[in-house]
């Protein structure tokens, strides 16, 4: 049913358009994707999963590398997490345990409130994400098991109280700091939510995609994934979900703010929602109006937030290296302080409000005065900085894939030790000695990573640059390719930095 | 109902807090009330590269214990990461002695695992903060 180079008449061109590969078509994931429970059987085993690692944070060893929560959390997921969003796409928000419970809450209370107009953008989350990073430095979570365990159950418990209170999925679209990250990384992904054929929608009356079925079947809306009657007027219950994150399929464009979640693909009565291939970083590199959102460029939520996840890559993996204690000492010094926080404080600013104020704006100031664009400097910052994050992805993606590699199998002894501290002796003695692949072997892919995301900045500056300044592109594109260039090096440099995880800065 | 069951799952989750906090934070160390555990490194403070470390065990009238069996852990203090393990060998009466290389800088914890004669099991671990080159 797919085919070669189609395109809505909503859509816009997408740059280098390949032959499209659709998931849901493949023999056996497509028919288990396409399963109405398929999303409720991956959560299952993350919500298990979570139960375990929390119980084990709270309870079991306090040593972050012999504790369940710190491993799961700070090596396996997060790799696993920037490697499934650059293979595939954001199948973590698919299998979200979070709202699998929030699915069976709301069995129970019902959502009666719209989330606050004045709250319908990114910028609460970006701050959450903020606070994140900062609170991830400040507690060195990655060392401590139990306030890894205390953030996960703050998380469900944040996760209740949101969607308990408010329709659809408010806490998704404008709370999850996590789900904010893989919508960002996964513009970067090979696969998309989207139409097969752009006729079939234009004959669609219902607009199940978005709408959702409802009808008087009780026992089946009991049984259905979410069974609350979403306040209609008619007193139908819901049959089935449409998109809860208000993306109309037939103008959706790209993964923004796509949940994976599929409840489009199983509310369409023609069968006409694929998981299709499409180029990664192509809707970087334009600016139709995107259903849900708006228009990219005008959206300076979403670009504080592409801004916040490419530095703060950086920021993220900065905080392991040893320059940033002699930096932290030296701030200390200056500051008189003896407490981490100001100091930290002042670090984030200079990585997160600085240094992406000078760069973007000195760029946005050479485009306009070299390249004779006619925008205004903000606008053009904001244009440009998507053009950031496949760089800082392949930050995160060498960050996170380091400690992926090096320690993937640290799983093994960990759970061996777990499971025998309840009686369980699982291969005999804990294996402690199983780490993970030679930090040789691991550093060229790092390498590796921050090229591609390099490349992909590159890519998308370019055509940006070609779509401002058709007559004279290059003077567009030099200042911000000059950006890449300065943050691709900065990236390379903190990769060979030497590696140094304190839990104490200011002390030592 | 709906009410009940907020105050239910809050409970639990003030419970869930307060059992950690009681319990989660106090692991035992396991050291017996009779033998007394003293352990010093070598160089002082620890730095990067291998450490000699001497562990001294007493018994309740100050006597030295000997014929145990001493194991040495160092772990950093990010999960993922490589432990290293070494055996301390007895060089005088209640005293043990092994090396571990501690290959990167940051915070480490050393832990020895002892083995009394009689078979009684004892754990301590040591703080490092801030493991340097120099």
Sequence with gaps: MSSLGTTSS???TVPMEAPRFDLLRVTIIGRFLRWRHSRTVLQIPLLVVSVVMILHGLVGPTLAPKN?????????????????LLCAGNFFCLACPFLFLRNIARRVFRPRFNWPRVLRNKWLSVVLFVVILFTYELFDL???PWWTAMLAITYFAAVLVVDGLFKH???CKFVCPIGQFNFIASTLSPLEVKVREAKVCDRCTTKDCIRGRRGVAVEQATASADGHTFGNTAGLVILQRGCELALFQPRKVGNMDCTFCLDCVHACPHDNVGVISRLPASELMIDPIRSGIGYFSRRKDIAAL?????FGALLNAFGMVSPVYALEAWLGRILSVSHEAPVLGV??????????AILLGAAAWMTRALGGSKSAVVPLAVRYSYALVPLGFGMWLAHYGFHFFTGLLTIVPVTQTALSSIGVHLLGAAQWTWTGLPTRFVQPME??????????SLLVVHHLAEEDCASQPMRAFLPWAAVCVFIGLASVWLMFQPMEMRATLMGG | MARNRLFDVLAATLFLFVNSQLNGCAKSSGVSSDVDLTYESDP????IGVNTFTVTLTGRNRERVGGARVSLEGDMSHAGMRPVFGEAKEVGPGRYQGTLDLGMRGDWTVLFHITLANGQTLDREMKIQNLQAT
């Excluded at chain 1, 369940?68 to 499934?84: D, I, Q």
């Design chain 1, 10 to 12: 909503n859509s816009p």
């Design chain 1, 169 to 171: 999925a408010s806490f």
């Design chain 1, 306 to 310: 592409a801004i916040v996840f490419s």
């Design chain 1, 347 to 356: 670090i984030f600013l200079a990585f997160l409000v600085l240094e992406p």
């Design chain 1, 447 to 456: 390498l590796g990573f921050i090229a591609l995301g390099f490349a992909g």
């Design chain 1, 142 to 144: 990655w060392s401590s």
């Design chain 1, 68 to 84: 369940l929560a710190t491993v799961l959390t700070w090596v396996h997921f997060r790799g696993a997490l920037v490697l499934v």
């Design chain 2, 44 to 47: 002082r403070p620890p730095r």
